[in-house]
Each structure stands twice: as structure tokens, then as C-alpha cells.
């Protein structure tokens, strides 16, 4: 089983800034991505950003310019710099590791960090 850690969430107002992290631990063998979503308020939990085993990132639009993800592989940690902060970014943040075993792919989920942002 592989759990993951969510630090980070807090209440801020639009403008500034906050930095969420995730340590994974566990049965941890081949990640090939570790990333962050978000669920709003009566909507779909969405993708914010994604970084690869090979460092290679992905952004929603809403945050390109905004958001850094970033990774530390020794500590299988992933951390989300978020500035800029907006009341749209008011959310719930979600952590996710995928990662192949004996060529099946696995998705595990952190319980969650909320993000308030006050206008």
C-alpha cells in the first residue's frame, strides 16, 4: 500500500502565496507521475499540475504562470508553490501518485488539503 501525506492548506488572501507538499511512502517501486487536482465546491475534481519521472510538467491553464510543481525523487515528495492566489483557487488539493507494478498501473490518492483563498 502507498500512502500520501498532504501538508501545506490554509486560509490566505488573493495575492499571496502558499506551498502544499506530499510525501509518499509505502510500497513505492516505479512512479511515472506524481501530481496535484483540486475539487472546488459543487464541481468535478480537476488536474492543477503534473510532473513525470522525467521531470516533464503539465499545467492547467488556469495556473500556467502561476503554480510550480516540483519534486524531490529521494523523498518520493512532490510540492505545488501556488502565488498569485486567487478566489478560484479556493479548493480542496489532492495529491496523486500512478505508478507501475509487474506492468500494471496503480493510482493512489491523498485524503486531501484545503486551500481558502479570501478576496
Known amino acids: 500500500q502507498v500512502q500520501l501525506v498532504e501538508s501545506g492548506g490554509g486560509l490566505v488572501q488573493a495575492g499571496g502565496s502558499l506551498r502544499l507538499s506530499c510525501a509518499a511512502s509505502?510500497?513505492?517501486?516505479?512512479?511515472?507521475?506524481m501530481g496535484w487536482y483540486r475539487q472546488a465546491p459543487g464541481k468535478q475534481r480537476e488536474l492543477v499540475a503534473v510532473?513525470?519521472?522525467?521531470?516533464?510538467?503539465n499545467y492547467a491553464d488556469s495556473v500556467k504562470g502561476r503554480f510550480t510543481i516540483s519534486r524531490v525523487n529521494a523523498k518520493n515528495t512532490v510540492y505545488l508553490q501556488m502565488n498569485s492566489l486567487k478566489p478560484d483557487d479556493t479548493a480542496v488539493y489532492y495529491c496523486?501518485?500512478?505508478?507501475?507494478?509487474?506492468?500494471?498501473?496503480?493510482?493512489?490518492w491523498g485524503q486531501g488539503t484545503r486551500v481558502t483563498v479570501s478576496s
Open positions: 496523486n501518485l500512478d505508478q507501475t507494478i509487474y506492468k500494471s498501473k496503480y493510482e493512489y
Open positions: 510532473i513525470t519521472s522525467g521531470d516533464k510538467t
Open positions: 509505502g510500497s513505492i517501486f516505479s512512479i511515472n507521475a
